[in-house]
């Protein structure tokens, strides 16, 4: 299928609602298409049109926000205290059990469990981008990648609450973040194309087939427990099965790329290329998935 | 000048939730007679088959034929919305569709709060947002409702949010469903002045209705819809004679000189 459209380039409101660029008429054109190259290139479109409705994007996941918690006197800094509550009960417990240090496992665990929760959001609220964008998507016709960004951003939001607590307990521990912090910056950004490759690929094939949510929902509480989220990756570090479920393991190249810096290791190469792989994988079945399905998803919401 | 062309257009809806393809199969044949296999064999509805048409400036359409007709089918393809699977669509110009009343509207969060969103959707700047807020606000007479949740509000004022909504920021081409003809009369006035500044503007009308008036007072010329495809394309006098009874058409003409009276 293919298409060229920019939803608002051009149109005219009422009074002075003057236009909104120049007087040029857009057209569109929808075209059935069996073959990859005329799909991709609708696919290619539709991100492209995500990308210049961003004031949207923002818009709508501020208010996704802002509604979760109307009527409420903390409002979203409810997800700050909640996260705080949690990491507090947690990290004096496990520290016991795994006979570690607060003042170390501490800032381990508000780290690992921050983000941690971004990436869980993400995969389950990306299972239900489209089908819980039904309305918008029956009533008009507007990029489909949208419906993924605003997952995306809605979740950094949510994050940037969270990292209010990872803050105060580097404050309070007197973690002081290790000199290669910076490459966090360049690893987030992975994070969020990650985010966005995720939301379109769940989000399609959730549409789908309504059994695979559950199935999401089910891996990523195992994953949590498999990976060296609660527990740090020192422990098995001589044993043989800790090659499995730390070296080859997706969730914890993509956590260490973040979290490391930031509790002061060197710059894993080995960790950063693992990270890039697994990326370029998703990135790959994400497209896939999105090229082959999009023109359909109206259909199946 | 706007323009659409519609060529060769089928859209067809896969049934994937069927347990028993057989008794499905047996039940919407019977039904329709519409059943069909796409390439890969799966159970689909042929929702449209063969559609072709063109549309210019100045041309207002009304879709009339009985329910599952493949009206509204039409209308979200036109609106591109759905897909279609052959064929092509080209639109010239700018759309809107007023395809249910909801309009894609979030009902919890408030009226400002969803025209925010809608003029964001048109790329429009902040000022330009206020002045479509207000007059929005204005034409649907919300005032101190326009703060509240839209789940608040009456069908009333759902209604008339999603038409001013919708004809606020000024479309080349205005696709309606039927469900506009919910309002009352006192709306139905100035829903149709509205309409009426925008058709004016050599723009395209294409209205899907079961009701013979409202095609006699906005359209000049009408598409009859049966069975997923184009049965007959001509005036409105051609078609109606055709498509209603004597009967009906004279109590359709009579109810229109009332009006106009």
């Known amino acids: ?301 | 000048m706007a323009a659409i062309h519609i060529r060769d257009v089928a859209v067809s809806f896969p049934l994937y939730h069927g347990e028993s393809r057989s008794l499905k199969k047996t039940v919407f044949a019977a039904a329709s007679g519409r059943l069909g296999q796409d390439r890969k064999h799966r159970l689909v509805v042929e929702a449209l088959r063969n559609i072709n048409f063109s549309l210019k400036s100045g041309d207002k359409i009304g879709f009339v034929g009985s329910n599952g007709a493949g009206k509204t089918t039409l209308l979200r393809t036109m609106a591109g919305i759905y897909e279609p699977v052959s064929g092509r669509i080209d639109i010239e110009g700018d759309v809107t569709a007023l395809l249910d009343a909801g309009q894609g509207m979030n009902f919890e969060l408030t009226g400002r709060e969803n025209i925010r969103l809608r003029g964001l959707f048109n790329g429009l700047n902040d000022e330009q947002i206020e002045l479509l807020q207000a007059d929005v606000a204005d034409f649907a007479e919300l005032d101190q409702f326009l703060e509240l949740p839209v789940r608040t509000y009456s069908s009333g004022m759902v209604v008339r949010l999603g038409f001013g909504l919708a004809t606020s920021i000024k479309p080349q081409i205005l696709l309606m469903d039927e469900w506009i003809m919910a309002g009352d009369a006192s709306f139905m006035d100035k829903a149709k002045q509205r309409v009426e500044t925008m058709v004016r503007g050599a723009e395209i009308l294409v209205l899907s209705t079961h009701s013979a008036d409202i095609i006699l007072q906005w359209c000049n010329r009408v598409i009859w819809m049966d069975k997923g495809q184009i049965k007959a394309d001509g005036t409105p006098e051609e078609i109606l004679s055709a498509y209603l009874t004597p009967e009906q058409l004279a109590l359709a003409k009579s109810n229109l000189l009332k009006v106009a009276a």
Not at chain 1, 101 to 117: E, N, Q
Not at chain 1, 160 to 169: D, E, Q, T, Y
């Open chain 1, 1 to 301: 299928m293919n298409m060229t459209m920019l939803p608002g380039r051009g149109l005219e409101a009422d009074m002075d609602v003057s236009r909104a660029s120049g007087t040029a008429e857009h057209s569109v054109s929808i075209v059935a298409a069996h073959d990859w190259r005329g799909r991709f290139a609708m696919a290619a479109t539709d991100l492209r049109d995500t990308a210049s409705l961003w004031r949207l994007v923002w818009t709508l996941s501020v208010l996704d926000i802002r509604l979760r918690y109307r009527g409420s006197i903390l409002g979203p800094f409810w997800l700050t205290l909640s996260t705080a509550v949690m990491i507090g009960a947690l990290g004096f417990l496990y520290s016991r059990l795994f006979h570690t240090d607060t003042h170390t496992y501490l800032p381990f665990l508000s780290l690992s469990l921050v983000l941690w929760g971004f990436l869980s959001n993400l995969t389950s609220e990306g299972c239900t981008c489209f089908t819980g964008a039904e309305t918008m998507i029956r009533a008009m016709r507007m990029p489909l990648s949208l419906h993924a960004a605003r997952v995306v951003v809605r979740n950094i939001l949510v994050l940037a609450h969270n990292v209010l607590v990872i803050v105060a307990v580097f404050l309070i521990m007197g973690t002081v973040p290790g000199i290669y912090s910076f490459t966090i910056i360049p690893a987030f950004a992975l994070w969020v194309v990650d985010g966005l490759a995720i939301g379109l690929m769940l989000g399609v094939l959730c549409a789908r087939f309504r059994d695979i949510p559950p199935i999401v929902g089910s891996i990523m509480q195992i994953a949590f427990f498999v990976s060296p989220v609660l527990w740090s990756p020192t422990i098995l570090a001589h044993r043989g099965i800790g090659i499995v479920l730390v070296k080859w393991n997706p969730f914890f190249a993509l956590l260490e790329i973040m979290r490391g810096p930031l509790l002061g290791a060197p710059i894993e190469l080995e960790t950063w290329a693992i990270a890039l792989g697994y990326s370029a994988i998703l990135i790959l079945l994400s497209a896939i998935s999105f090229t082959r399905a999009r023109a359909r998803i109206a259909y199946w919401v």
